[in-house]
């Protein structure tokens, strides 16, 4: 992982990359793909599909953009945080909360979830930034942990009053409202995958400009980094709100999918353990990574659960699956990284 | 607001719950300052060591609590003998494969392999029918409170492991090995350390410590729960980093603190019921408030190894 | 310039999104809502599947007392004694010929997922669906069940109703067992159009006009037993205890209301599930009931005996007088709980006993035998049973061509009233009322007996009218004439 001198460029021309290379070799979310593939989610999904395969993309798309986030802090900036539920629970939470006690239209109180799971995000941040590597990883598995607790406690709001918002009796409770031009499932899909498209946007504008170099080196080497005159501190920082942001606004996302009946399952250890293990198997560099590894874990799964062998099977067999992945990942990148050395 | 005295149950029940934080978090230590692993798996580990004691016990949908009958005994030691064994193959077979890496990807291994376990574990015992692993055990009452022989043998236990393994990393040869590799691998290898077997016995001994745990775990814990057994290690993780993964008496004692404080504030109310409501918090919130304070003034290395 | 074209696309899209409407919509949720309460915990479960029981008194032609409850001890008619089962006596019209054709569709959506396993009632169902079909079909068809797993995820409890209701096309959904399917897809049903007959757990499948259980759920469950420790002579407070979810408020609530009717102290505790520190969480309940309290507990076997084998090693049995909701009303739990607990602990039951001498429980055990050997009988069998028995007598009725019709289909199981089955105390019927729907509400109290088994300690007796729901379910039974039998 650290820098390795080559032989002065001038001296050995690469060839340009040809055929599919050109496409792929490009190491940011290529914009030509990335309209191609939100037109065919946008229009051709809702065309070939029914209700419930709509229903999983829906999910698929929430689930890439907590994905990308935890890919793009680990892959882009070498920081492993296990905590990204902790701010998809807090922007659910703060999303279903405001669309109990406000009237704000839904997509402004979806990033108000964002912004609040980003401000903790950062409080949070600021001790992490002085762990690195195993430590930070372990930290933020406590956080996550911490904040299933604190979610399972407080729970989550369904039309009652006072902080919690948790209806006492039972005519008071009501269902998480959705935005007035997105009330129908395909509509809100719709809705969706705009989301996660800007959310992919704004991520790969940050990666291709300053930021986006800043981590670069750091990533490489912090040292080497903060030689060179970079605010490791500062970037790290704005690194944890960007993942935070794109997480909670994930999970405000989330709450209108779930109208009634939320559940704390998506928040809990498993899941935040489950979720850097798709993550790395679906590619920590790329931020097509979040979408691929998205798609693993939700239509994949599902259409493997009605198609092949048996529900019960593939729910609890998906848990070994996905852990044999990401050792199988991890060894091969080891392998190809050691070829790399030995070849370099 | 209970009172003083109320509170004794309590600390006993707390004392247990710590030493086997404790003693997983010295299994943790010394693996790791072995390897440079943080061995996630223990925990999937030794509950896949614990179901197949019980089946082997006898037990099924009939019989959820089944008892040592005869030949069914050897189902003891045989959770120590599969952890360890599961231990030292991931050890010996695949670690190394990882070696290279840095501790976060070799960890990151060992999450893979208690994914791997867990659904293997889901799948072949259902977890919605009840399930008990029990030691044969006796009851005393002591000062108004019950203490039982399994809880006192959980203390004995990690207060056992804490001397025996700080002695033995002391004063034996292969203890001075393990710390000269903890200090610097490739320079203990040039000297003549024969790293590799000695990282094996570190697997080792982790298994075997492992395999102890998850027999005195299910009998606390009154059931076979997969998931609180398998995710026992979260908790288990804090005093671990109380101590900087390095000081095993500062483990051992953020342990037992974590534990005991843990319990303690099961029965606060009314006004305090918070404090009784986030008491599971407790090992997270004592493990990141520990890093804020080591923090505070340096960037915080892992027990000294270089964090690339 | 690529980003500001991908910017300017998103707008745009945005924008389509807008102002487009979906004429293909296939489904709304409505954003609106109205009562169905959410409530439930991950770890309560309807009876859990158990071995069968050993001998015990039947509740034939006895008689129901409630003497200590606050509310009048419950009639004796309309109790299901020697009437014969509405569903007949073997299985559809019992001819021995296979049925041919199209299948006629049934749907449910069913919680399957390690920890909450409750597959095996709609199996069940689906034995008695082969047995029907073996002999006649409906009026010569077969029927087919379609299931789907929600994976204890709500969203996958939302896309499963779609793909039965909407891809699927099944005709009425029926034998659903799941923690999440009354909350999230209640309102969805209402608008299809659909009347739901399910084993429910959460609030919702209790207060939502177009769901009907033939179980009570935990809410009422755990309400029985508080009238029973109280008549067993609990004093100063009732200490309720069930695992902390995101809805398990709901759970102990009746069980509190009636507490505070009656004079007594309450206290609800929620445990985080699983439990992993089983003697300090009864230890605290033990002293926060005081001596002579009652505890009620509200879990599923495996938390329920973690809790009740750790009183038992810290010498708190007698200390309270102990309850428990349907759940642990099991003949393994009785098992595993052994001598100590004999008598010791009052579990509420919601269905007849499995050793019951009635026709229709004798055709369940065959049916199971025959159908569904593998499974132990217990009582989500029997519910998922119970049901299959009233959907198929409910088509059998129907004239044939409309069997294919949902909304004519939908009609008749609203109309479903004064259904004998000897698997509850009294007529089971769908109601349909606006407040919600608690067709079972009369329910037995069972001890185990020191070995292997639960056995019988009071027969039918009437749950309290603690709340408006059942109030105004009861007031409809009588106005309506639904459960005369």
């Given at each position: 992982m650290t820098a390795v001198a080559t032989a002065p460029a001038t001296l050995v021309e690469t060839p340009p990359p040809r055929g599919i290379?050109?496409?792929?070799?490009?190491?940011?979310?290529?914009?030509?793909?990335?309209?191609?593939?939100?037109?065919?989610?946008?229009?051709?999904?809702?065309?070939?599909?029914?209700?419930?395969?709509?229903?999983?993309?829906?999910?698929?798309?929430?689930?890439?953009?907590?994905?990308?986030?935890?890919?793009?802090?680990?892959?882009?900036?070498?920081?492993?945080?296990l905590g990204q539920v902790a701010s998809y629970g807090i922007g659910c939470w703060v999303t279903m909360r405001l669309a109990f006690a406000t009237s704000l239209p839904f997509p402004i109180i979806v990033v108000l979830g964002g912004v609040a799971a980003m401000l903790i995000g950062m409080l949070i941040g600021l001790p992490a930034l002085r762990v690195s590597g195993l430590y930070l990883a372990l930290v933020t598995l406590m956080l996550a942990a911490g904040m299933e607790i604190v979610l399972n406690t407080v729970k989550f709001p369904n039309g009652g009053s006072g902080f919690k918002g948790v209806a006492k009796t039972l005519s008071d409770i009501r269902p998480t409202r959705r935005p007035s031009f997105a009330l129908t499932d395909v509509t809100y899909y719709r809705f969706l995958v705009v989301g996660a498209f800007v959310m992919f946007v704004i991520a790969s504008l940050m990666l291709s400009h300053k930021p986006g170099r800043a981590w670069e080196s750091i990533r490489q080497s912090e040292a080497a980094a903060l030689a060179a005159g970079i605010d490791v501190t500062r970037y790290k920082l704005l690194a944890f709100a960007l993942a935070a942001f794109m997480a909670g606004v994930a999970g405000g996302l989330y709450a209108g999918t779930v109208p009634k009946g939320m559940s704390i399952d998506a928040f809990n250890r498993q899941s935040a353990i489950f979720l850097i293990a798709v993550v790395i198997m679906g590619g920590i560099y790329s931020l097509w990574g979040g979408l691929l590894g998205a798609f693993f874990a939700t239509c994949l799964l599902k259409f493997l659960t009605q198609n092949v062998v048996g529900h019960q099977f593939w729910t609890r067999f998906a848990l070994s699956l996905f852990g044999f992945g990401l050792l199988v990942n991890l060894i091969q990148s080891t392998r190809v990284a050691e070829k790399k050395g030995i070849e370099a | 607001m209970p009172g003083l005295g109320d509170f004794w149950p309590y600390i006993i029940q707390g004392l247990a719950f710590g030493a086997m934080y404790a003693v997983t978090g010295t299994g943790l230590v010394v693996l790791y300052q072995t390897t440079g692993v943080v061995n996630l798996a223990f925990g999937a580990i030794g509950c896949l060591g614990a179901h197949l004691a019980w089946s082997m016990l006898g037990g099924s949908l009939s019989k959820p609590t089944p008892h040592a009958e005869g030949w069914r005994i050897l189902a003891y030691p045989l959770v120590v003998v599969v952890c360890a064994g599961l231990t030292v193959a991931y050890g010996v077979?695949?670690?190394?494969?990882?070696?290279?890496?840095?501790?976060?990807?070799?960890?990151?291994?060992?999450?893979?392999?208690?994914?791997?376990?867990?659904?293997?574990?889901?799948?072949?015992?259902?977890?919605?029918?009840?399930?008990?692993?029990?030691?044969?055990?006796?009851?005393?009452?002591?000062?108004?409170?019950?203490?039982?022989?399994?809880?006192?043998?959980?203390?004995?236990?990690?207060?056992?492991?804490?001397?025996?393994v700080t002695l033995f990393l002391k004063q034996t040869a292969t203890g001075t090995a393990m710390r000269a590799i903890a200090n610097?691998?490739?320079?203990?290898?040039?000297?003549?350390?024969?790293?590799?077997?000695?990282?094996?016995?570190?697997?080792l001994g982790s298994g075997v410590i492992c395999g102890c745990v998850?027999?005195?775990?299910?009998?606390?814990?009154?059931?076979?729960?997969?998931?609180?057994?398998?995710?026992?290690?979260?908790?288990?993780?804090?005093?671990?980093?109380?101590?900087?993964?390095?000081?095993?008496?500062?483990?051992?004692?953020?342990?037992?603190?974590?534990?005991?404080?843990?319990?303690?504030?099961?029965?606060?109310?009314?006004?305090?019921?918070?404090?009784?409501?986030?008491?599971?918090?407790?090992?997270?919130?004592?493990?990141?408030?520990?890093?804020?304070?080591?923090?505070?003034?340096?960037?915080?290395?892992?027990?000294?190894?270089?964090?690339? | 310039m690529a980003r500001r074209f991908m910017a300017a696309a998103a707008v745009g899209a945005m924008l389509l999104v807008a102002c487009g409407n979906d004429s293909k919509s296939s489904s709304?949720?409505?954003?609106?809502?109205?009562?169905?309460?959410?409530?439930?915990?991950?770890?309560?479960?309807?009876?859990?599947?158990?071995?069968?029981?050993?001998?015990?008194?039947?509740?034939?032609?006895?008689?129901?007392?409630?003497?200590?409850?606050?509310?009048?001890?419950?009639?004796?008619?309309?109790?299901?004694?020697?009437?014969?089962?509405?569903?007949?006596?073997?299985?559809?019209?019992?001819?021995?010929?296979?049925?041919?054709?199209?299948?006629?569709?049934?749907?449910?959506?069913?919680?399957?997922?390690?920890?909450?396993?409750?597959?095996?009632?709609?199996?069940?169902?689906?034995?008695?669906?082969?047995?029907?079909?073996?002999?006649?079909?409906?009026?010569?068809?077969?029927?087919?069940m379609l299931e789907e797993n929600d994976n204890g995820k709500p969203e996958d409890a939302g896309a499963a109703a779609k793909k039965l209701i909407e891809t699927d096309k099944v005709v009425a959904m029926v034998g659903g067992f799941s923690i999440l399917d009354c909350p999230v897809n209640a309102d969805y049903y209402t608008q299809q159009g659909y009347n739901v007959i399910v084993a429910g757990v959460p609030a919702e499948c209790f207060s939502s006009p177009n769901i009907a259980a033939v179980n009570m759920g935990p809410g009422y469950s755990a309400l029985g037993a508080a009238q029973i420790v109280v008549e067993k002579g609990a004093k100063n407070k009732i200490v309720t205890m069930t695992g902390k979810s995101p809805t398990s408020d709901y759970n102990d609530s009746l069980a509190g209301l009636y507490a505070k009717a009656n004079g007594f102290q309450w206290e609800d505790l929620q445990p985080e599930l699983p439990i992993s520190d089983p003697n300090t969480i009864i230890l605290d309940a033990v002293n926060k009931a005081g001596d002579g309290g009652a505890i009620v507990l509200n879990f599923t076997p495996p938390?329920?005996?973690?809790?009740?084998?750790?009183?038992?090693?810290?010498?708190?049995?007698?200390?309270?007088?102990?309850?428990?909701?349907?759940?642990?009303?099991?003949?393994?739990?009785?098992?595993?709980?052994?001598?100590?607990?004999?008598?010791?602990?009052?579990?509420?039951?919601?269905?007849?006993?499995?050793?019951?001498?009635?026709?229709?429980?004798?055709?369940?055990?065959?049916?199971?035998?025959?159908?569904?050997?593998?499974?132990?009988?217990?009582?989500?069998?029997?519910?998922?049973?119970m049901i299959g028995r009233i959907i198929v007598k409910t088509l059998m009725d129907m004239p044939p061509a409309d069997v294919d019709d949902p909304v004519k289909v939908n009609a008749a199981i609203k109309g479903i009233k004064n259904f004998d089955t000897h698997i509850v105390c009294k007529p089971w019927y769908f109601g349909g009322l606006p407040a919600g729907n608690v067709p079972n509400n009369y329910d037995y109290n069972v001890v185990p007996d020191g070995t292997d088994t639960m056995t019988l300690d009071k027969d039918c007796f009437k749950i309290a009218e603690v709340e408006p729901i059942l109030t105004a379910v009861r007031k409809a039974e009588v106005d309506q004439g639904l459960n005369v039998g």
């Amino acid at each position: 992982m650290t820098a390795v001198a080559t032989a002065p460029a001038t001296l050995v021309e690469t060839p340009p990359p040809r055929g599919i290379a050109r496409v792929t070799k490009s190491p940011y979310f290529s914009p030509g793909a990335a309209i191609v593939v939100f037109v065919l989610a946008l229009f051709a999904i809702p065309a070939f599909f029914d209700a419930f395969w709509i229903a999983n993309f829906t999910q698929m798309a929430v689930f890439s953009i907590v994905a990308a986030s935890a890919g793009l802090l680990y892959g882009r900036v070498g920081l492993v945080s296990l905590g990204q539920v902790a701010s998809y629970g807090i922007g659910c939470w703060v999303t279903m909360r405001l669309a109990f006690a406000t009237s704000l239209p839904f997509p402004i109180i979806v990033v108000l979830g964002g912004v609040a799971a980003m401000l903790i995000g950062m409080l949070i941040g600021l001790p992490a930034l002085r762990v690195s590597g195993l430590y930070l990883a372990l930290v933020t598995l406590m956080l996550a942990a911490g904040m299933e607790i604190v979610l399972n406690t407080v729970k989550f709001p369904n039309g009652g009053s006072g902080f919690k918002g948790v209806a006492k009796t039972l005519s008071d409770i009501r269902p998480t409202r959705r935005p007035s031009f997105a009330l129908t499932d395909v509509t809100y899909y719709r809705f969706l995958v705009v989301g996660a498209f800007v959310m992919f946007v704004i991520a790969s504008l940050m990666l291709s400009h300053k930021p986006g170099r800043a981590w670069e080196s750091i990533r490489q080497s912090e040292a080497a980094a903060l030689a060179a005159g970079i605010d490791v501190t500062r970037y790290k920082l704005l690194a944890f709100a960007l993942a935070a942001f794109m997480a909670g606004v994930a999970g405000g996302l989330y709450a209108g999918t779930v109208p009634k009946g939320m559940s704390i399952d998506a928040f809990n250890r498993q899941s935040a353990i489950f979720l850097i293990a798709v993550v790395i198997m679906g590619g920590i560099y790329s931020l097509w990574g979040g979408l691929l590894g998205a798609f693993f874990a939700t239509c994949l799964l599902k259409f493997l659960t009605q198609n092949v062998v048996g529900h019960q099977f593939w729910t609890r067999f998906a848990l070994s699956l996905f852990g044999f992945g990401l050792l199988v990942n991890l060894i091969q990148s080891t392998r190809v990284a050691e070829k790399k050395g030995i070849e370099a | 607001m209970p009172g003083l005295g109320d509170f004794w149950p309590y600390i006993i029940q707390g004392l247990a719950f710590g030493a086997m934080y404790a003693v997983t978090g010295t299994g943790l230590v010394v693996l790791y300052q072995t390897t440079g692993v943080v061995n996630l798996a223990f925990g999937a580990i030794g509950c896949l060591g614990a179901h197949l004691a019980w089946s082997m016990l006898g037990g099924s949908l009939s019989k959820p609590t089944p008892h040592a009958e005869g030949w069914r005994i050897l189902a003891y030691p045989l959770v120590v003998v599969v952890c360890a064994g599961l231990t030292v193959a991931y050890g010996v077979f695949i670690a190394p494969l990882l070696a290279r890496r840095d501790p976060l990807v070799k960890s990151l291994g060992t999450l893979g392999v208690a994914l791997l376990l867990l659904g293997i574990m889901k799948e072949r015992w259902d977890t919605s029918k009840p399930r008990a692993l029990d030691l044969p055990t006796k009851k005393y009452t002591v000062a108004g409170g019950v203490v039982t022989t399994t809880q006192l043998a959980a203390l004995g236990f990690a207060i056992l492991v804490v001397v025996v393994v700080t002695l033995f990393l002391k004063q034996t040869a292969t203890g001075t090995a393990m710390r000269a590799i903890a200090n610097d691998r490739d320079v203990s290898s040039l000297l003549g350390v024969p790293t590799r077997r000695v990282e094996a016995l570190a697997w080792l001994g982790s298994g075997v410590i492992c395999g102890c745990v998850f027999l005195m775990l299910p009998p606390l814990f009154k059931s076979l729960d997969q998931g609180t057994l398998t995710w026992f290690i979260i908790g288990a993780l804090g005093g671990a980093i109380v101590g900087q993964f390095s000081s095993l008496t500062v483990t051992f004692f953020a342990s037992m603190a974590i534990g005991v404080i843990e319990s303690v504030l099961t029965p606060f109310s009314d006004s305090f019921q918070f404090m009784s409501d986030f008491r599971k918090m407790t090992p997270f919130v004592v493990a990141v408030a520990a890093i804020m304070w080591i923090s505070r003034r340096r960037t915080v290395v892992l027990a000294g190894r270089e964090m690339r | 310039m690529a980003r500001r074209f991908m910017a300017a696309a998103a707008v745009g899209a945005m924008l389509l999104v807008a102002c487009g409407n979906d004429s293909k919509s296939s489904s709304t949720t409505a954003a609106s809502g109205s009562a169905a309460p959410a409530a439930t915990t991950a770890g309560v479960a309807t009876t859990a599947a158990g071995a069968t029981s050993a001998p015990a008194d039947t509740t034939a032609g006895s008689t129901a007392t409630s003497a200590a409850t606050s509310d009048t001890t419950a009639p004796q008619a309309g109790l299901v004694g020697d009437k014969p089962a509405t569903a007949g006596e073997g299985c559809g019209l019992n001819n021995g010929q296979k049925a041919t054709g199209a299948p006629i569709k049934l749907g449910n959506v069913t919680t399957s997922i390690p920890g909450i396993d409750f597959s095996t009632g709609p199996a069940m169902m689906k034995g008695y669906f082969d047995c029907v079909n073996d002999n006649g079909g409906i009026n010569g068809r077969p029927v087919q069940m379609l299931e789907e797993n929600d994976n204890g995820k709500p969203e996958d409890a939302g896309a499963a109703a779609k793909k039965l209701i909407e891809t699927d096309k099944v005709v009425a959904m029926v034998g659903g067992f799941s923690i999440l399917d009354c909350p999230v897809n209640a309102d969805y049903y209402t608008q299809q159009g659909y009347n739901v007959i399910v084993a429910g757990v959460p609030a919702e499948c209790f207060s939502s006009p177009n769901i009907a259980a033939v179980n009570m759920g935990p809410g009422y469950s755990a309400l029985g037993a508080a009238q029973i420790v109280v008549e067993k002579g609990a004093k100063n407070k009732i200490v309720t205890m069930t695992g902390k979810s995101p809805t398990s408020d709901y759970n102990d609530s009746l069980a509190g209301l009636y507490a505070k009717a009656n004079g007594f102290q309450w206290e609800d505790l929620q445990p985080e599930l699983p439990i992993s520190d089983p003697n300090t969480i009864i230890l605290d309940a033990v002293n926060k009931a005081g001596d002579g309290g009652a505890i009620v507990l509200n879990f599923t076997p495996p938390e329920g005996l973690k809790l009740l084998k750790a009183a038992e090693e810290l010498n708190l049995i007698d200390k309270v007088i102990w309850g428990s909701s349907t759940p642990l009303n099991d003949n393994s739990v009785a098992a595993a709980l052994g001598q100590a607990w004999a008598g010791k602990i009052n579990v509420n039951a919601e269905l007849s006993l499995l050793d019951d001498p009635r026709p229709e429980m004798e055709l369940y055990r065959t049916v199971s035998a025959k159908y569904n050997p593998d499974a132990p009988l217990g009582s989500f069998q029997q519910m998922g049973f119970m049901i299959g028995r009233i959907i198929v007598k409910t088509l059998m009725d129907m004239p044939p061509a409309d069997v294919d019709d949902p909304v004519k289909v939908n009609a008749a199981i609203k109309g479903i009233k004064n259904f004998d089955t000897h698997i509850v105390c009294k007529p089971w019927y769908f109601g349909g009322l606006p407040a919600g729907n608690v067709p079972n509400n009369y329910d037995y109290n069972v001890v185990p007996d020191g070995t292997d088994t639960m056995t019988l300690d009071k027969d039918c007796f009437k749950i309290a009218e603690v709340e408006p729901i059942l109030t105004a379910v009861r007031k409809a039974e009588v106005d309506q004439g639904l459960n005369v039998g």
